[in-house]
């Protein structure tokens, strides 16, 4: 028999992602007071950016900056202050599978804090972070196939659908955004100490000129001392709305997600003109676009011949990309903190930090449910004294998002809004909004066939033959062992409606 093949390629990402991996990032930084002064830390914070990174065999390396922020006091221990320093970092990641591409369409590294420590020692701070890094890399894959075969003899088909979805334009940009908040007098402000910040994406709209834009909110929370009595240090929120055009360096494809990042936050509350007090933010914002098409194709999936010589294949199980995930959600949470044995009695609490850890998430029916621990610390005053007393406590949580999130994407968790209140003297009631952010791709897999020829038949049984559907084994299956015409089959079954089951009896006939 004379086989003509009919080919056609698939432009398509093979997705891999590199081995979380764990760092130390240290440094220290010294005190400006005095080296006999005693020093004390009430809480200490970091957050970090990654600068970028490359892709080299089987490895990926990662750089990039941590900011740290500690609240401490130094000689009057009343009076708290706070500093801001950075440390660079750069590691090297392995990939969890092979990489036979020269290049990456687009790298994403990723480092989130897990744990902050910061001790003083002989007039200088040591500060300590330990970060979670990992990445994923998009490499661009062809895969060819045979999309037809054609024959002088009765050649039987059956094809696939297959959704296939690839990057087709991406780009990033930065922005200084600056805004002024009025600061309420009530709160009787003195000095802003530092703030956090988190961007929350809205919308993402595309253009005619190849550019997209993308809007959303920056939520603020600020900390500040303050001279009201019995409460030397509040915190306040702001919101500010951002919005962001990036070029594109493609097209704008069927769909667009994006990622936008707060890089810096810096802030400064100064008397106004009127008298009052407010607050300057200067917050840099990255966002990250990525544009999106979808496919879908038609691929041959198995072929025989009925009659003369069989079709022999070669075929190549292919995992292709066939979906974006790019979810943010969040869930109101509370847990209480039972104070150390031997810790001051609360009597008025000032202010409340948490940083969830996740240890295991798992995703069923559209609920992501996930648990870990939540590194909470409090910051008090007791009823005999000024100074503040900072306890910190691991607490498991449990909290469940209503998501298509799975385990496998780059899942980010954090603590925001925490409100501590006292319930008795060793207990207080911490609150919070547990926000999640989630990024990944869905994959789908498929069985292409790559080549065929025509091959000397084996004998097939000839007359009725009544068989027993096999575990795995379908009708297609039925009629390509016994070389007849699948409709033929289904004439000769009328009882057979739906997909068959293990045992059931099905009659086949062949001259």
Do not use: C
């Not at 292919?318 to 044995?341: C, D, F, K, W």
């Amino acid at each position: 028999m004379e086989l003509q093949l009919i080919r056609e390629n698939m432009e398509t990402e093979q997705m891999i992602s590199a081995k979380p991996t764990q760092m130390a990032v240290e440094t220290e930084v010294a005190l400006p007071g005095g080296l006999r002064e005693e020093a004390r830390v009430y809480y200490a914070d970091a957050a970090a950016t990654v600068n970028g990174g490359e892709m080299t065999g089987s490895r990926v390396s990662a750089d990039g900056r941590v900011t740290f922020h500690v609240l401490y006091a130094q000689g009057d221990l009343a009076q708290v202050k706070a500093l801001e320093t950075t440390a660079d970092f750069s590691q090297s990641l392995p990939l969890k599978e092979e990489n036979t591409a020269a290049a990456a369409v687009r790298l994403t590294p990723r480092a989130e804090v897990q744990h902050v420590s910061a001790k003083a020692f002989n007039g200088r701070l040591l500060l300590r972070a330990i970060l979670l890094l990992n990445a994923e890399a998009a490499l661009p894959r062809t895969v060819s196939f045979v999309k037809d075969a054609q024959g002088d003899g009765d050649i039987q088909r059956t094809n696939q659908v297959l959704a296939i979805q690839r990057t087709v334009g991406e780009g990033e940009g930065q922005m200084l955004l600056r805004e002024e908040f009025e600061l309420s007098d009530v709160l009787q402000i003195k000095n802003t100490l530092y703030a956090t910040a988190q961007a929350q994406v809205e919308d993402i709209l595309g253009g005619a000129d190849g550019k997209a834009t993308v809007t959303g909110t920056i939520a603020i929370e600020a900390y500040h001392t303050s001279a009201m009595p019995g409460r030397p240090l509040v915190y306040t929120r702001h919101l500010m709305p951002y919005e962001q055009t990036v070029a594109l360096s493609g097209a704008l494809g069927d769909a667009l997600t994006a990622r936008s990042t707060v890089r810096d936050v810096a802030v400064l509350s100064q008397e106004d003109e009127g008298g009052g007090r407010i607050m300057r933010a200067e917050v840099q914002l990255q966002s990250a676009i990525t544009a999106v098409e979808n496919q879908e194709m038609t691929v041959l999936k198995d072929l025989f011949t009925t009659d003369g010589e069989e079709i022999d294949t070669v075929s190549q199980q292919v995992v292709y990309r066939n979906g974006t995930v790019n979810e943010q959600a969040a869930e109101s949470g509370r847990t209480v903190m039972i104070l150390p044995e031997g810790s001051p009695r609360v009597k008025t609490a000032l202010l409340g930090f948490a940083r969830p850890v996740p240890v295991k998430t798992e995703q069923q029916n559209g609920k992501l449910t996930v648990d870990g621990i939540l590194a909470a610390a409090l910051i008090y005053l007791t009823d005999d004294s000024d100074v503040p007393v900072a306890v910190e406590q691991e607490i498991p949580f449990r909290a469940v998002f209503a998501t298509d999130a799975a385990p496998d994407d780059a899942l980010t968790f954090t603590a925001v809004q925490v409100e501590p209140s006292p319930i008795t003297g060793d207990r207080v009631e911490l609150k919070y909004i547990l926000r999640l952010s989630a990024e990944g791709v869905r994959k789908g897999d498929a069985r292409l066939i790559t080549d065929a020829e025509a091959v000397a038949a084996a004998p097939v049984w000839q007359g009725i033959v009544l068989s027993f559907v096999q575990p795995g084994e379908t009708l297609w299956d039925i009629a390509k062992r016994y070389r007849v015409k699948l409709s033929d089959i289904q004439n000769m079954n009328p009882q057979i409606t739906e997909d068959v089951t293990p045992g059931m009896p099905v009659i086949t006939y062949r001259r």
